[in-house]
């Protein structure tokens, strides 16, 4: 008997040793052992070489479930046959007392078993034709299941035409003694001792060979969000176009940074609750640059820098309400307003990614919060050639080249662009974001050089991560109910590819 693996290895070498050629299907018949488990004996003492194996690829009939269930229980043709009694029986009758009466009652009428009496009083008799019959199917069939493939043609065409066996392929392997053939398996040692040094016994041992292509165990570690590995591709894009990281840690944000000081009217309907979150405690900030301050308020009411304003009532109690910041321009407008109190204006190219709120209804590509990416440049003389031609820049480095732009309407831009692209990926035109010009408005209150601009341009981190690692609703990527698999199981990121 073989128990384990280690007799199973020596009744594989016996039989070698015995008879060079032997097969390892009549090995495993043989010994009574799943033929499974003498190939991965095989494999093994092949490993040391101990002996050659040569694949051999048999194709044979296997019996399909209706087949087994024929074999074991007779065809449907002969259930009908002996389901006949001697004195007739109805045909309504016998076709609802018999399993797969409809192919059997065929059957036994075409191999000439039963006869029908259509005029029969009282509906169609069906009585027998024969007083024996021989259940050739059956027969077949069984013979298949001894591994005895001894079917006359017509009998295979038949048993495959009624689905009773299926061809299946069988790899064997047919046994030669290797180079290294014993009938002693030597214990193969895996590690190299010191008192194996010491006392010579390593000159005696047998040690098994590395193995190469064994994967590695895949380390216990963390993994990065998806999102995270599309915001460091971002990331290095602007790092490679020379542009500086501007400080977002902070959420909550004052209207009027987020709003006055970019132009955007105290009537405007972003700044309602329906768009907006509003924090109740501390429901305002208090410290805000007053002179500058004072500019925007008169900007807004009364206009100024050659601009009518809005000719409305400002006042500072809207200005002062904490926010959860709608978008990452806030965090721009500081940047700016920074940049104008130095003595000497220098050009700057800055950026940012990180969250932003809307209070908008969720669903498959809205959730109340987003990262946004936005880009920034302060320069002498800057156009909207200019912004156009970094937008393309932009765009080209992840992997998008054919870039239109239509005209848009933004409260703290003019002129403004939506952004359009092919994406190769999708075959398709994408809306990519949005951008424009600051407008005097916002940047001479600052106390910005006149003649320097600023273009800027913006878009999401959710959109492309979807469209990266193909996930079609935004709330498996962010949010309670992702699957932790999700984070495990995505590849790395390149948006170039
Ligand atoms: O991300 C967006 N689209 C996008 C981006 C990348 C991409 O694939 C990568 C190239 C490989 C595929 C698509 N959008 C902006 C466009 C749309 O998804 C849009 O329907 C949703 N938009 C968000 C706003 O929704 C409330 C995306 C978000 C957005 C829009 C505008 C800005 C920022 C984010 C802006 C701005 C701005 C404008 C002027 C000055 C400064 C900032």
Not at 185 to 211: A, C, H, R, Y
Not at 294 to 319: F, P, T
Not at 329 to 334: G, L, M, N, Y
Not at 364 to 373: D, G, K, N, P
Request: glycine share 6%; charged share 25%; net charge negative.
């Amino acid at each position: 008997m073989c128990d384990n693996m280690a007799d199973l290895s020596g009744a594989v070498l016996e039989a070698v040793n015995s008879s060079e050629g032997v097969d390892t299907k009549d090995l495993a018949s043989q010994l009574s052992v799943d033929h499974q488990k003498v190939v991965g004996a095989v494999k093994s003492l092949q490993s040391l070489n101990y002996i050659v194996a040569e694949q051999c690829v048999d194709k044979c009939w296997q019996l399909t479930d209706e087949g087994k269930s024929i074999a074991d229980g007779g065809s449907h043709e002969a259930r009908i046959f002996y389901a006949v009694p001697s004195e007739g029986i109805a045909q309504a009758e016998i076709m609802k007392s018999v399993p797969n009466a409809k192919v059997g009652f065929s059957k036994a009428m075409q191999n000439g078993w039963i006869q029908i009496d259509k005029k029969a009083e009282g509906g169609p008799k069906v009585t027998k034709k024969t007083e024996s019959i021989t259940d050739t199917v059956q027969e077949c069939l069984k013979r298949v299941n001894q591994g005895k493939d001894d079917m006359t043609d017509a009998q295979k065409a038949e048993c495959k035409k009624r689905k009773l066996i299926t061809e299946m392929k069988l790899t064997s392997y047919r046994l030669k003694k290797g180079e290294n053939f014993s009938l002693k398996i030597m214990k193969q040692e895996v590690d190299l001792t010191p008192e194996m040094i010491q006392n010579g016994t390593w000159k005696d041992q047998s040690f098994k060979p590395f193995n190469f292509d064994a994967l590695g165990v895949p380390p216990t570690c963390g993994h990065v969000h998806p999102l995270l590995k599309v915001r460091a591709e971002y990331r290095q894009i602007f790092l490679e176009m020379g542009f500086t990281e501007m400080p977002t840690n902070n959420f909550i944000e004052s209207c009027f940074w987020n709003f006055d000081a970019l132009f955007q009217p105290q009537q405007h309907p972003a700044r309602d609750a329906h768009d907006t979150f509003f924090v109740s405690d501390p429901q305002y900030a208090d410290e805000f640059p007053m002179d500058y301050l004072a500019r925007v308020k008169k900007v807004h009411s009364e206009g100024g820098y050659g601009s009518q304003g809005y000719n409305c009532d400002w006042k500072l109690e809207e200005a002062k309400k904490n926010i959860l910041r709608t978008h990452t321009t806030a965090v721009s407008t500081r940047m700016l307003y920074k940049l104008a109190q130095q003595e000497e204006f220098k050009p700057v190219k800055y950026f940012s990614i990180d969250r932003v709120f809307r209070n908008e209804a969720t669903d498959a590509t809205h959730l109340a919060e987003f990262h946004q990416i936005e880009g920034v440049v302060a320069d002498r003389g800057l156009t909207l050639g200019d912004l156009m031609g970094i937008i393309k820049e932009f765009f080209k480095k992840l992997g998008i080249e054919e870039i239109s732009f239509k005209p848009a309407y933004n409260p703290y831009t003019e002129p403004s662009m939506e952004i359009f692209g092919y994406h190769e990926g999708l075959q398709k035109l994408v809306e990519l974001g949005n951008s424009g010009i600051f407008r005097p408005e916002m940047l001479l209150p600052m106390g910005l050089p006149e003649d320097v601009s600023v273009i800027a341009w913006g878009l999401s981190l959710e959109r492309p991560t979807m469209i990266k690692y193909k996930i079609d609703d935004i709330r498996t990527l962010i949010g309670p109910k992702v699957d932790l698999q999700m984070v495990y199981d995505n590849p790395i990121c390149r948006l170039d590819k």
